[in-house]
């Protein structure tokens, strides 16, 4: 049987991101994310709740805010609890495994965010990613 769990989004953020810790110190940021239906008629938004952990949940903490733009790519959980009143309940959210800091908007004050930086997760595949300056006359030896 095969099993896929993936997601993209890219969207705004509706709330600026809350740093929090675990008992064990590990960082966890979560923030919501409202996306825009592409192929609706009306206009209807779809609201996301994501956490993001560790490096890049400190990272989207510190440079994001309400309204900026990103991507997000992740999985999806879904998690139970019994609430206070003792009743049951559910939800699924996006654990992100990379969040892509997206221009518009205004951009922000701060270099970090303005212009497409990147934060992800060490743990993925392929590690982190750089960014790198392509000099197009390395290119000119290539036949197509």
Known sequence: MVSFNRVIL???LTRDPELRFTQSGTP???FGLAVNRVFSKNDEVDFFNVSA???LGERVANYKKKGDPVLVEGRLQ???WEAQDGSKRSAVDV???NVQFLGGRGDSDDGAASGGGQASSGSGR???REEVDID????EDIPF
Not at 136 to 139: A, K, L, R, V, Y
């Open 53 to 55: 952990w560790r490096e």
């Open 136 to 139: 197009e006359t390395d290119f």
């Open 95 to 97: 654990v992100a495994d």
């Open 28 to 30: 966890v940021c979560g």
């Open 126 to 128: 392929g590690g982190r």
């Open 78 to 80: 879904y998690r139970t």
């Open 10 to 12: 890219a969207g705004n």
